[in-house]
T-cell receptor
């Protein structure tokens, strides 16, 4: 069954604005990761947050995790046209369960 | 140097044919994966291998057979291709079962 659900499905903003994307999941997780996918390309890892962490920063990215609500958010500050891409959250349950379960993704369009 | 490389990038073939997609990673990772991304961009795990051993086979039809000749390679052979097999197939690798995954550029398979 699908684990992650992102919302919104699509988001269009102006350059310089902040973009917030949310992800919800259904079962217990070990880690939650965010990936970016540019059109026609592979996925690129952005950030990983562990289940015992609540917030993590990397450059213009800020990720939060609320395990009680089974949700995470990705904030991109001061967006740029180059941030235009699809963003996916992915979870794993740890141990010997070798797989990432992806959400449906949010298509972010940053207009110049 | 490309970390995870897969070939071919595009594959157009007729129904009923057999085709292979090759994947190689030069990251020294123990774990490799095949993911399928459908037309709605939903990513789903197909197979995962750890140290050349099959760990996960996520209810994939028997027509799909992965082969891992060594830890750096995970190839995907598909028999009797069907229209519904049309999708983008991504190879990925990771150091362990729950860390950051590195994705290849994808193989866009079109079955006509």
């Amino acid at each position: 069954s699908q684990q992650g659900e992102e919302d919104p499905q699509a988001l269009s903003i102006q350059e310089g604005e902040n973009a917030t994307m949310n992800c919800s999941y259904k079962t217990s997780i070990n880690n939650l990761q965010w990936y970016r996918q540019n059109s026609g390309r592979g996925l690129v890892h952005l950030i990983l947050i562990r289940s015992n962490e609540r917030e993590k920063h990397s450059g213009r990215l800020r990720v939060t995790l609320d395990t009680s609500k089974k949700s995470s958010s990705l904030l991109i500050t001061a967006s740029r046209a180059a941030d235009t891409a699809s963003y996916f959250c992915a979870t794993d349950s740890g141990g010997s369960n070798y797989k990432l379960t992806f959400g449906k993704g949010t298509l972010l369009t940053v207009n110049p | 140097d490309t970390a995870v490389s897969q070939t071919p990038k595009y594959l157009v073939t007729q129904m009923g044919n057999d085709k292979s997609i090759k994947c190689e990673q030069n990251l020294g990772h123990d774990t490799m994966y095949w993911y399928k991304q459908d037309s709605k961009k939903f990513l789903k795990i197909m197979f995962s291998y750890n140290n050349k051993e099959l760990i996960i086979n996520e209810t994939v039809p028997n027509r799909f057979s992965p082969k891992s000749p060594d830890k750096a390679h995970l190839n995907l052979h598909i028999n009797s291709l069907e229209l519904g097999d049309s999708a983008v197939y991504f190879c990925a690798s990771s150091r362990d079962s729950s860390g950051e995954a590195f994705f290849g550029q994808g193989t866009r398979l079109t079955v006509v």
